[in-house]
Structures are given as structure tokens and as C-alpha cells.
């Protein structure tokens, strides 16, 4: 296809395609664009696909409509709703309350002072381990101890732990 005649078949239909998406669409800019889309479309199936199309104005009109539907569609997936405030109150407030919150703060308190009740090393191995989430293996890479000390260390301080915790943070 000549551009002469892409140009002739464009100011032919372009008014009238861009009428019927508007129509559909309710939005001119969006039709103006699509418009677009359809006569590159066409211009891309006579030259690309070297086939030529044989109802001009049909094809226009059936790639503007699927231009159209596949762009509702889109919208479609991108669009969400907000639940309705009768969903909103059905569903559990899992914000803990203050008392929650207060008995939170005294554990995180109980452990700390447990913490630091032990000694520098155990203390060190344990907070590699089981805050920092090293293994056995690296914390005694990172000390250059035996991985038998890591575990002998890492039993001490939680017996401890377990016990400061359980007896409410008061050490025997």
C-alpha cells in the first residue's frame, strides 16, 4: 500500500471511527488514540504481513472495536473497589491492646536484663545466633572457638533466659 493511499483511506475514515469510539468510550482523547492504533495496525498488516486487506473500512471498524474492548478489559483488572463499610466492620481488629502491649514491653525487659546477666562471651554467641540467625558453624568461624563451645555457650544462655523468663525476670 502507497502512503498516498493510506492517507486518502485516513482522511476517508478517520473522522467517522473516531466518532464511533468516542461514542463507546465517552472519552475523545482515548478515541483520538486508539483511532490511531487502528489505521497503524492496518498500515502494519498491508506492509508487514505483505497481505492486503480487502474490506478497507470493515477492518478499521473490527480492529477499533477490539482496540476498544481489549482497553474496557484492561481497565477492568486495574480497577479496585473499596469493601463497603459492612465488610470493614466484620473483620477482627488485630491491633493488640494495651495490655498486651504493656505485658510485651515487660518481657522484652525481663529478657534484656537476662541478656545481660550473662557473661560478655555467652551473651555474644547468643545474640549471633539467635538475633542475628548465624549458624553454629559461623558464629565459630566469627570467634574462632569450636562449634562444641558455640553449643555449650548457646545451652547456658538459654537455661538462663528460660529460667529469668519463666520466674518473671527474678534471678535464684
Known sequence: MTENALKKLYLSYHRELQAYLTNKLRDPELAADLTQEAFLRYAEKNTVDGSTVLHDRSYLYRTAHNLAVDHIRQQARRRT????????????????????????????????????????????????????????????????????????????????????????????
Open 81 to 172: 473497589d473499596a469493601p463497603g463499610s459492612d465488610v470493614l466492620d466484620t473483620m477482627a481488629d488485630e491491633t493488640p491492646g494495651q495490655e498486651a502491649i504493656t505485658l510485651g514491653r515487660e518481657r522484652l525487659s525481663q529478657l534484656t536484663a537476662a541478656l545481660e546477666d550473662l557473661p560478655s562471651r555467652t551473651r555474644q554467641i547468643f545474640e549471633l545466633n539467635r538475633i542475628d540467625g548465624l549458624s553454629y558453624r559461623d558464629v565459630s568461624q566469627r570467634l574462632d572457638i569450636s562449634e562444641s563451645s558455640v553449643q555449650k555457650h548457646l545451652a547456658k544462655a538459654l537455661l538462663h533466659v528460660t529460667r529469668c523468663l519463666r520466674d518473671g525476670g527474678k534471678l535464684q
